[in-house]
């Protein structure tokens, strides 16, 4: 799975609730990255970090947060004020941006909220 | 804004035929253009890749061909099985250093035995 381990593979929460999604990788690399993918499209980039404790915003950022605290995790919290949370969630990593350009993918979180 | 179009949505083909994808984009900027496969319910997985100082590169049953001038690259597999029924994704990636893809919208590729 890329090198990346996500957790867990489904998940289900009520709506108004926030919920954390867990990526962890053992390569070493600097950049992590998060993903949405909603059925019939592709993926869209929520966040991304380079280093520890560093992160950015993508094209889908609002009602994202994100924490870099560690170099191997990088964790994706949806909260309550992401109106479509819904969706498959899809954390990559890189060697180094600029460096290795491939991006790798875990397995995926597949997060549906009613 | 779609900056990579991605074509057809879908694409049925009978075993040992060639299945053919092309993407289209816009933003001259992109320096990497990499292709995914991806079955139901995992992760994408990285097929093959290009940059554009070459056009064509071969990675056993898959090729990518890519025209600068007209700013298109496409996949091809060549005889293909039922085992390679996915679903493929072109992206591209602007150089700088945070290296983000952006995605084409995704080929559902079935191969019939």
């Known amino acids: 799975d890329g090198g990346i381990t996500q957790s867990p593979k489904y998940l289900f929460r009520k709506e108004g609730q926030n919920v954390t999604l867990s990526c962890e990788q053992n390569l070493n690399h600097d950049a992590m990255y998060w993903y949405r993918q909603d059925p019939g499209q592709g993926l869209r980039l929520i966040y991304y970090s380079q280093i520890v404790n560093d992160f950015q915003k993508g094209d889908i950022a609002e009602g994202y947060s994100v924490s870099r605290e560690k170099k191997e995790s990088f964790p994706l919290t949806v909260t309550s004020a992401q109106k479509n949370p819904t969706a498959f969630y899809l954390c990559?990593?890189?060697?180094?941006?600029?460096?290795?350009?491939?991006?790798?993918f875990g397995p995926g979180t597949r997060l549906t909220v009613t | 804004q779609q900056q990579v179009k991605q074509s057809p949505q879908s694409l049925i083909v009978q075993k040992g035929g060639i299945s053919i994808i092309n993407c289209a984009y816009e933003n001259t900027a992109f320096d990497y253009f990499p292709w995914y496969q991806q079955f139901p319910g995992k992760g994408p997985a990285l097929l093959i890749a290009?940059?554009?100082?070459?056009s064509e590169k071969k990675e056993g049953r898959f090729t990518i061909s890519f025209n600068k001038s007209a700013k298109q690259f496409s996949l091809h597999i060549m005889d293909s099985q039922p085992g390679d029924s996915a679903t493929y994704f072109c992206?591209?990636?602007?150089?700088?250093?945070?290296?983000?893809?952006?995605f084409g919208s995704g080929t559902q590729l079935t191969v019939l035995p």
């Open positions: 990559a990593r890189s060697i180094q941006p600029g460096q290795g350009s491939e991006q790798y």
């Open positions: 290009i940059r554009p100082d070459v």
């Open positions: 992206a591209a990636q602007k150089g700088g250093s945070a290296r983000q893809l952006t």
